[in-house]
């Protein structure tokens, strides 16, 4: 059963950045995180769960559009610790944040929607002041 434990968030004054990372852990014998495609989602209290980044097994990325230009998803295969790293903060961006993985290899159509991904964390919250 695949793990992911996400770290680095808190409270930081808007134009700020942050670092998040996700750790995982509880690979098969044969796998590590290349062969995973993993995401950042966020959901801030009364909406709905929001596609931030996702970064394929072979390093392509997408972003959703409010953090286009702000935000950078990497990941570490020999580490197996997925990041996101996120600037010019702003108070629109505070939410929990949640990293997640996709172990099937598909290639989705809508590839930032929470049904893509198998495996979550349990989040970290980053709150944003003015």
């Known amino acids: 059963e695949v793990q992911l434990v996400e770290s680095g968030g808190g409270q930081v004054q808007a134009g700020g950045s942050l670092t998040l990372s996700c750790t995982t852990s509880?690979?098969?014998?044969?796998?590590?995180?290349?062969?995973?495609?993993m995401g950042w989602f966020r959901q801030a209290p009364g909406k709905e769960r929001e596609g931030v980044a996702r970064?394929?097994?072979?390093?392509?990325?997408i972003y959703g559009d409010s953090v286009k230009g702000r935000f950078t998803i990497s990941k570490d295969n020999t580490k197996n610790i997925l990041y996101l790293q996120m600037n010019s903060l702003e108070q629109e961006d505070t939410a929990m944040y949640y990293c997640?993985?996709?172990?099937?290899?598909?290639?989705?159509?809508?590839?930032?929607?929470?049904?893509?991904?198998?495996?979550w964390g349990h989040g970290t919250q980053v709150t944003v002041s003015s």
């Open positions: 997640a993985a996709d172990n099937t290899g598909r290639t989705w159509s809508n590839p930032l929607t929470p049904g893509t991904f198998t495996y």
């Open positions: 509880g690979y098969n014998f044969y796998d590590t995180l290349g062969w995973f495609s």
């Open positions: 970064i394929s097994d072979g390093g392509v990325t």
